[in-house]
């Protein structure tokens, strides 16, 4: 049924619960089953599931049992695992042979039990359905989202891992008519998968044979098997009745296409460990971790801030303030912001970007004038940076790295109800060679991540705003609106310079772009916390030319020195000049360099 949002649900309008306890009444009172039926999943709760259709506004959350055993998610009327009969669930899909894509929110959703909410996104030809969650607590929300997110993207990357039984507790005696063997109520979801596919050494064919007992069999045939099946129908039926002019062309079209999927399509997808996840330190409630709540194999690495990458080292007076100083404080953070500070050039390093690189926007009438000019002091400064590889896009930054507090600092009040003291940018870049014929929104990706802190010079221009810079009052009004107001957000702009690029041996186009801004609209996603803002950004939304030319530079990156920078837009004069939000000084970054963060040792 298709509900008033427009989006496909897998509830009926009938409540068919009556079912369960017609069940439960055959079998008689007193008759219960011979094992605790919570312990032979890999995951179960007690969780809200939005309901769908125009007859569910009074009761559009229920209530269910959520399970997953290996790769089959589902979930029951009755919310009590030892009460719900796994024969019959209300809603089933076996997660690796869909295309999935699973979302953590942050914020409430309207009419939502919990601020707690998980989507998970399916797609199957064309089509979208979705689950929505609303889980009871945060760490049970991490939990399901580190687990979900295993099985991200198209069947064809996944790795189908089938979870074993070897408890001697699932064989029960059938001598008694009114005793049913637990694997017999778990035969939906067995489905003889293992004993049929066990003898079968060919992959593809394991795969077509799960989709067949599952009833997906349409989940097997991705979407380059059903173009090539349309493409050969569609010539067959050219050369019986189209001219010879016709034949040569579509003879030539054809050979392109398979000229193009041998080259990209039919090469071999990098295939990686699903289970190889450890957590050293919680981002969040770690009380969830004391309870036991998050099973091995959805425990995930969670690095301190600055982890992956290193900062040059420091020369001369910038080296004396970090001996007398902790690293992390106020005077060493002023010290690394210090425009004329020196330090060594080291491969794959960062240091804080001098803001007068980057040449913003200035008044009076920008529009015809068109005068840039440098910038002054940026707005916050450079704590650390991060750069790892990613399995999927990364949109919650606590679920990777322990958000930093420094006393003194990220505790300061800013003086502003939004603008907070600790600010963090993320940049998801494709890892991939982009397609034209697609558009993927997600994959594998180069993650860069960015920790600022907010000037002491900025706390105290907040203070009396009316006496504030342009730039300052411009970002306050960023801070307040950005989450609400789309176009509003979309005034973030991201800029590149790259030192000396003359001479670096790049074509016109990309010299011609070196310093032009990059307004950041649909592939922004800004989050609110009580300490910080994230704006992540995913440039797999980006056009097909941008991700080309991001693509053709990549392997260039180490021997460039790339300085990035942030900045809100000013259009009006009462809006310019535009200053900083704050910079990045790249240096000879090494992308093979990159590493998955269960990689990086404690």
Same mark, same amino acid.
């Given at each position: 049924? @298709? ?75 009755? $919310? ?75 069947? *064809? ?5 089938? #979870? ?10 059938? !001598?008694?008519?009114?005793?049913? *063997? ?22 593809? @064919? ?52 398979? +000229? ?7 090469? #071999? ?17 770690? +009380?969830?971790?004391?309870? %036991?709540?998050?099973?091995? !194999?959805?425990?995930? /690495? @969670?690095? &301190? ?13 910038? +080296? ?32 804080? +970007? ?14 015809? /004038?068109?005068?840039?000019?440098? *910038? ?9 940076? &991060? ?32 603008? #907070? ?68 957000? *979309? ?15 790049? $074509? ?8 032009? #801004? ?5 592939? %922004? ?78």
């Amino acid at each position: 049924m @298709v509900n008033s949002s427009g989006e496909q649900d897998d509830d009926e309008s009938v409540d068919d619960s009556h079912k369960q306890n017609e069940l439960l009444d055959a079998l008689g009172p007193g008759n219960t089953y011979d094992v605790n039926l919570s312990e032979h999943f890999d995951l179960h709760d007690s969780m809200f599931k939005r309901r769908g259709g125009f007859k569910m506004k009074d009761h559009i959350w229920v209530l269910r049992c959520f399970t997953l055993y290996g790769t089959v998610l589902c979930y029951y009327d009755n $919310p009590d695992i030892e009460k719900a009969d796994p024969s019959r669930p209300r809603g089933r899909i076996n997660i690796a042979k869909e295309e999935t894509l699973v979302d953590m929110h942050s914020s409430k959703k309207p009419g939502a039990p919990t601020d707690f909410l998980i989507t998970l996104s399916i797609y199957n030809l064309g089509h979208k359905k979705k689950w929505e969650i609303c889980c009871v607590e945060k760490c049970q929300q991490i939990k399901w989202f580190e687990m979900l997110t295993r099985f991200n993207g198209k069947p *064809s990357d996944k790795i189908i891992e089938l #979870p074993t039984l070897t408890s001697e507790s699932w064989i029960t005696d059938d !001598s008694s008519p009114k005793k049913r *063997s637990p694997e017999k109520k778990l035969e939906p979801i067995l489905r003889g998968r293992e004993s049929i596919v066990k003898d079968t050494k060919d992959n593809f @064919v394991k795969s077509v044979l799960l989709g067949i007992i599952d009833g997906d069999l349409f989940s097997a045939i991705d979407d380059d098997m059903i173009m090539t099946f349309v493409g050969i129908n569609v010539a067959t039926y050219i050369v019986r009745v189209g001219s010879h002019g016709i034949v040569c062309v579509l003879a030539l079209f054809m050979n392109l296409t398979l +000229a193009y999927y041998f080259k990209h399509v039919s090469r #071999p997808k990098l295939s990686f460990p699903a289970h190889t996840y450890r957590r050293r330190a919680l981002s969040t409630d770690s +009380a969830c971790a004391s309870t %036991g709540e998050f099973p091995p !194999s959805t425990l995930i /690495e @969670v690095l &301190d801030a600055g982890s992956t990458m290193s900062r040059a080292m420091p020369k001369d007076a910038t +080296a004396a303030t970090l001996k007398e100083h902790e690293v992390d404080c106020v005077e060493t953070i002023a010290a690394f912001s210090n425009p004329e500070a020196a330090y060594e050039i080291k491969s794959h390093t960062y240091w804080n +970007a001098d803001a007068s690189v980057f040449n913003l926007r200035t008044g009076p009438n920008y529009k015809a /004038e068109k005068k840039k000019i440098p *910038s002054t002091q940026a707005l916050y400064d450079l704590y650390k940076a &991060d750069v790892f590889l990613s399995r999927q896009t990364v949109n919650q930054v606590e679920s990777r790295f322990v958000i930093p507090k420094i006393p003194g600092v990220t505790d300061v009040d800013t003086g502003h109800e939004f603008v #907070p003291p600790l600010l963090v940018f993320c940049f998801n870049l494709p890892a991939e060679e982009p397609s034209m014929m697609r558009s993927p929104t997600d994959g594998l990706s180069h993650v860069v991540v960015l920790f600022f802190t907010i000037s002491p010079k900025v706390i105290e221009e907040l203070k009396d705003l009316s006496q504030a810079r342009p730039a300052v009052r411009l970002f306050a009004r960023w801070c307040e609106h950005a989450e609400t107001d789309f176009n509003f957000k *979309s005034r973030l702009k991201a800029l590149c310079v790259l030192d000396d690029v003359d001479n670096l041996g790049l $074509p016109s186009f990309v010299i011609a772009y070196n310093g032009k #801004p990059c307004l950041i609209q649909k592939s %922004g996603t800004f989050t609110r916390h009580p300490t910080y803002i994230e704006m992540s950004v995913n440039v797999h939304h980006f056009s097909y030319l941008a991700r080309k030319g991001l693509n053709y530079i990549e392997n260039k990156f180490e021997t460039f020195i790339l300085n990035v920078g942030l900045t809100i837009e000013g259009r009006e004069d009462d809006e310019l000049p535009e200053a900083l939000i704050g910079g990045v000084r790249m240096i000879q970054l090494d992308t093979k360099r990159f590493k998955f963060l269960e990689e990086y040792e404690d």
